[in-house]
C-alpha cells in the first residue's frame, strides 16, 4: 500500500459536490412528494410505503457498495451512485409529470414511481462509500477525521439546499415535478464531471476504506458513524462486525433506535401536516412552506451539532438527556401548532433536539467499546440508523390519518421516555468523554 498522497482541493470539491447533489435532490423531493401525492390522489401512506421501500433497499445495498468501493475504483462508484441517483430522478419525475396530466391512473402512478424511486435505494447508497474512500485514500492519518467529517457535512448541507430551491423549478410546463427533472440533469452534470475531473484509481494500490451510510431522512443530519467507520477501517484496513446486542452497547442501540424511529415517523408526516392545518391545498404555496420547514429543521440540526455541541462541550450523556428532552417538547409543540410560524418554531426546536440525541448515541456507543472495535460499532449505530427508516414512517402516517395530533403526542411522549431511559440507565449515565 503506498502512502496517501495529497488530496487536491479540486478533488475534495467534487467529491464533496456529488454528495451534495445526492442530499439536495433527496430532500428536494421529500419536500414536494406530500403536495404531489395529494394532488394525484396517491394515499398518504403510499407515499410512506415508498420511502420505506427506498431505505429498505438502501439498508441491504449500501454494505454490498462499501464493498465494491474496495475493489472497482472510488471513482467509478461516485459515478455509479450519481448515475443511479440521477437515473431515478429522472423516472419518478417522468412518471408524476404523467400522473398529474391525466396520461395515466392514480394506482399505476403510484406502482411506477415505487419502482423507479426503489432504483435510488438499489444504486444510490454507491457513491457515499467511494467517497470515503477516495478521500480518506488521499489524507494521512492525522487529517483524516476531519476530512472525512467535512465530507460527511455535505450531507447537512444538501438537506437546507434542497428544500431551497425545489419551489424556484416548480414551472408551468413541469410543474410539481419540475425539482426531480432539474435535479436528474445535475446528477448528469456531476456523473460528466466526476468522469473528467477525478483521477482514474485502482483500489489494489490505493489505502482507503469506505463505510455504508444509512439513507438520508426528513430533518436529519448525519451522526458521524459512517465516518467513524471508514477512518478505522482506513487505518485497519479490515472490517470487524458487533452485534447490537451486545452487553457493551445494547443500551446505546436501544436507545438511537427508539429516538431515530420517533424522529422518522414524525419527520415524515409533517408535510402532510402542514398542508391540511396551515395551507391552502396540494400547490405551489404548500410546498414553498414545508420547504421553509425542512429548513429551518435542518438548519437547526447543524447548529446544534455544528455549534452547541462544540460551544458546551457536552458529553455523550448529556447529550442524549437533554437532547431527548428538547426534542419532546418541540414535538409536543409541534402536536400543539395552529399556525405556520408556531409550528415552524416547534420543528426547528424538535430537530436540534434530536441533532443532540442521536451524535451522543454515536459517540457513547464509540466510547463503550475499545480502539478495535471502532469501525464494528460505527457499522453498528450506522445500520441502527437505517432500520430507523423502514418502519417508523409507514407507522407515523398510519398515526396522522387516524388524528392529525397522534404520533406528534405519541412521539413527544417516547421522547420524553427516552430521556428518562438516558437518565437512569448506568451505561447510559455515566458515558462521558
Known amino acids: 500500500m503506498h502512502a496517501a498522497s495529497p488530496l487536491p482541493r479540486q478533488h475534495f470539491v467534487l467529491v464533496f459536490s456529488a454528495l451534495l447533489v ?43 457498495w462499501a464493498h465494491q468501493s474496495d475493489q472497482r475504483g472510488r471513482r467509478l462508484l461516485i459515478q455509479v451512485g450519481l448515475a443511479g441517483f440521477g437515473i431515478s430522478m429522472f423516472l419518478c419525475a417522468t ?74 423549478f416548480i414551472l408551468p410546463f413541469v410543474g410539481l415535478s419540475g425539482p426531480m427533472f432539474a435535479f436528474a440533469l445535475v446528477a448528469l452534470g456531476m456523473v460528466i464531471a466526476v468522469r473528467l475531473g477525478l483521477p482514474d484509481d485502482d483500489p489494489t494500490h490505493l489505502g482507503g476504506r469506505g463505510a455504508a451510510a444509512s439513507i438520508g431522512a426528513v430533518g436529519g443530519a448525519p451522526t458521524g ?42 419527520g415524515q408526516a409533517l408535510g402532510f401536516l402542514i398542508i391540511d392545518r ?29 455549534g452547541i455541541i462544540r460551544a458546551l462541550s457536552l458529553n455523550p450523556s448529556q447529550l442524549m438527556r437533554w437532547g431527548a428532552l428538547m426534542a419532546a417538547a418541540g414535538t409536543a409543540g409541534i402536536a400543539l401548532a395552529h399556525d405556520f410560524h408556531a409550528l ?18 454515536t459517540a457513547g456507543s464509540s466510547l463503550a467499546v475499545d480502539r478495535a472495535d471502532q469501525g464494528a460499532v460505527a457499522g453498528a449505530v450506522t445500520s441502527v440508523n437505517g432500520a430507523c427508516f423502514v418502519l417508523a414512517p409507514a407507522i407515523g402516517i398510519g398515526l396522522y390519518e387516524l388524528v392529525p395530533s397522534l404520533p406528534y403526542w405519541l412521539a413527544a411522549a417516547g421522547c420524553a421516555m427516552a430521556a428518562l431511559f438516558a437518565w437512569t440507565n448506568p451505561r447510559l449515565r455515566h458515558s462521558k468523554a
Not at 420543528?347 to 451522543?360: K, V
Open 95 to 168: 412518471v408524476i409529470l404523467a400522473g398529474l396530466r391525466g396520461l395515466i391512473a392514480p394506482l399505476v402512478t403510484f406502482a411506477l414511481f415505487t419502482l423507479a424511486r426503489a432504483l435510488f435505494g438499489v444504486f444510490g447508497a454507491a457513491a457515499n462509500p467511494a467517497a470515503q474512500a477516495f478521500v480518506a485514500s488521499r489524507t494521512a492519518p492525522s487529517e483524516r477525521t476531519t476530512a472525512l467529517a467535512m465530507l460527511s457535512s455535505a450531507f447537512g448541507l444538501g438537506t437546507i439546499i434542497g428544500p431551497a430551491i425545489a419551489p424556484f
Open 344 to 361: 415552524v418554531l416547534a420543528f426547528a426546536i424538535q430537530s436540534a433536539g434530536f441533532g443532540l440525541a442521536r451524535p451522543g448515541f
Open 22 to 64: 445526492t442530499a439536495a435532490g433527496n430532500t428536494a423531493l421529500q419536500s414536494v412528494l406530500p403536495v404531489i401525492g395529494r394532488a394525484i390522489d396517491i394515499p398518504d401512506m403510499g407515499i410512506a410505503f415508498v420511502f420505506s421501500l427506498s431505505a429498505l433497499i438502501w439498508t441491504f445495498s449500501a454494505p454490498f
Open 278 to 306: 396551515i395551507g391552502e391545498g396540494p400547490g405551489l404555496d404548500s410546498a414553498k412552506l414545508i420547504g421553509i420547514a425542512f429548513m429551518a429543521g435542518a438548519g437547526a440540526t447543524l447548529l446544534a451539532q455544528w
Open 225 to 266: 458513524a459512517h465516518v467513524l467507520a471508514a477512518d478505522a477501517a482506513s487505518e485497519t484496513g479490515a472490517r470487524r462486525r458487533l452485534s447490537v446486542v451486545d452487553p457493551r452497547v445494547k443500551a446505546f442501540m436501544i436507545y438511537g433506535f427508539a429516538v431515530g424511529s420517533l424522529q422518522a415517523a414524525t
